[in-house]
Nanobody, 123 residues
């Protein structure tokens, strides 16, 4: 499976942005998916994950209430809606998938990754 992330850009604090990740190569309807991010000089950070069915989601405390992850298995896409953005949300955002259905918050449990899209939030 190949993942292609898009939707990053430069926004101001308080703005919203929607990231999308499209899969090709095979269907991922039975795969859990997630969004992770990495800020300059820092390690990779879990942001949000969603189970294959979409019924289970987990969010990092830093984004809870502001970000929403969703998926459309018919379109092979996963979306991260980001509202009330803060400068500390600035990072490269990566979508990832694991070949099993259960959502996990550790990036080490994801088997394939997209190329990343940069989100910059100015104050």
């Amino acid at each position: 499976v190949q993942l292609q992330a898009s939707g990053g850009g430069l926004v101001q604090a308080g703005d919203s942005l929607s990231l999308s990740c499209a899969a090709s190569g095979r269907t991922f309807s039975n795969n859990a998916l997630g969004w992770f991010r990495q800020a300059a000089g820092k390690g990779r950070e879990f942001v949000a994950v969603i189970s294959a069915s979409g019924r289970t989601t987990y969010y990092a405390d830093s984004v809870k209430g502001r970000f929403t992850i969703s998926r459309d298995n018919a379109k092979n896409t996963v979306v991260l809606q980001m509202n009330s953005l803060k400068p500390e949300d600035t990072a490269v955002y990566y979508c990832a998938g694991r070949t099993t259905a259960a959502a996990r918050i550790s990036g080490d449990e994801y088997h394939y990754w997209g190329q990343g899209t940069l989100v910059t939030v100015s104050s």
